[in-house]
């Protein structure tokens, strides 16, 4: 009866307690009560459980280890492994209480093993919950860089480790991801920790590992062992779906980025049609670049074209924008009005005075896009910190112009490439462009040369119809003087009438100047060219009009280069020239003054020249008269005919010369001829007819 009410007091507490301390407790104080024990202690899974609490449970241990009298030990079994020892003492032990005290500490057993399936049973739902929610999280990640951190975290949450590491494997190198407040550990774990590696992989391949840190003498319970490999191979599957998405959202990016560059070409293709202008081209090109709407929106371009006269590539227009884009929201515009307001926006940049370093054009002539530094070429234009690339605009082979970017970051190539086209389309735009300013200024030069012909024709009518005139009058005027002179010369020197006939020896002279002036224009004249020295045809010039000079106080000042080769010229005409010239700077210097003549050999592209210059003081030429001074007729004096310049350029000209004019007002204005040396230029025959 007293073992059946045990047996039954025993399995109400197992069936009931949730504690495995309590529960033990109380099975033990119930069998020192019913069997009337001094002492009850149990050894099992290295604790010790003795009854009553107070109780030293040193004797015991050794009754285990050595026997004792007094004390009885059963062992407590777990199949054929013994799990410890229920050791009691005292009382008489008939041999249906040992009986009792096998089952009893079977029952112990059950207890313990119950009650640890049961906590596992309930953590490894738990578990199951929380891999649950890191699936859920994980499979919803499409960021490598996310999941690597949510799977380090996942892994440490799950195994308790001190640190995890989450190495994923990366074309471009791999990257690991850490979770763990002993983050450290990683770099020593060789010394008190030991490290559990786990490789994250999915039928497709090997993404990567895992690996956890735990101090040495720490083990993970199967269950947390399991879920660390589910979580693993979950990460396998999630990580093959990161890598595909990310290379499938790589094509896709690629394919829009080129869907745009095409776009933007195909668009400022267009928009270059609407003009030939060779500055709103340039301003396009610009926008192209630089609109953050409308095209790759870079904060930096700077266009530069190549000038033959300078021999380099100039600036000719650039934006640089940080804050607001000048563009604004319009279309592509080719208006005045809008050039003009962001030829006025601060992002426009004038950079005619800007010249790019020979070293870079020496680069750029190699044909290819050229990463700038920009400390070595020193471009004030560029923004420090932004990584700047030039690229060649080239006409066949030889360049003609300069695209220069830049941006912050730099550029890949798949960029560069984009900016090469675009180069390319550029240098056609602006070379159709240039060709057809080139055709509109022939065009222009050829209406002008045609109105210029138009008028010569008029003018040699009236040329023709002055000659005429003056050739009638000549013989008259011959007789009037020739009579006027007879009479001036019988007349008593004291005669008061001598004032008439010396006024009109006076006026005939001047108009027999003016007559032999408008036939000397209207003869066509013939060239009898000989080797001549031009510094005596000067000083024979000047010794002419050696008196005027020194009556009007007017200094005269010779540079003349005593090596000057002859040169072969109509002696006779060139004097003319040289008179013409002298006497219009005397006629110019009002009070005292001075005038210059000088000579020199120079070489004007690559040909060798005669240089003669007649400068004077005389206050230089009104800027309005300037285009008309060749013009014949064209005259500013009352007693001029206007025809000295014209005939000086027409006989300059029939020397294959040239004859130009330096206004220097107020001081004066020089008169300068080239001349061709023989056998560089010069027309060769000897006697050239005009
Ligand atoms: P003319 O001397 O009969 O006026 P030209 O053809 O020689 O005719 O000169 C045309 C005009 O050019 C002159 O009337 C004068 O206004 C201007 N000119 C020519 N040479 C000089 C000079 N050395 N200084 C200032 N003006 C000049």
Redesign the pocket.
Known sequence: MKGLMLISRVCDIICTSTSLRRGISEVLASVADALSLDGVCLFMGGKTYPSPETLDSAPFREAVERGAEGYWVFPVFHGREVLGHLVVKGGKITSQDEILLKVVAKQLDHFSANLRSKRELKMGSRLLLELYTAGKEMGSILEMEEMGDKLAHFARRFSGASCVRATIFDPKGHRSYEAGEEKGVVQFYGEGYKRWVVPLESPKGSWGVLELFLPKGKRLSRYQRRVVYILAELAGTFLENVVLYGRLRGLVDERERQIRYLSILYQVGNAYRMTVELRKRAFLALRALTDPMKGLGLPQAFLFLYRSSSGHLEGLIGISWLGVSPWGEGDWGVDDEYFKRVGSSPAFRDLSNLKLPDALCKELEKGEAVQLSVAEYGLPICERGFSHIALPLLREETLVGALLVGREGGFDSEEIRFLTMFSHQLALALESGRLHETLKKTSEDLEDAQERLFHYEKLATLGELAARVAHDLKNPLVAIGGFARRLHNKMAEDCPDKIYTRTILKEVEEAEKILSDVLGYSKVPHLLKRPTDINALLDDVLFLHAEELRDRGIIVIKKLDRKLPPVSIDAAQMRQVFM??V???I??IEKKGSITVSTSLVEDRGKRKAKVEVS?T?????EG?LPN??NPF????ST???????I?KRIVELHGGVVEVVNNPPV??T?LILLPLEGEGAPKKEDTKG
């Open positions: 013409n010239l006497s219009n700077a006629q110019a004077d005389g206050g230089g030429i009104h008269d001074i060749f064209f005259t500013t004096k001029g005919t206007g025809l000295g310049l014209s000086v004066g204005a008169f």
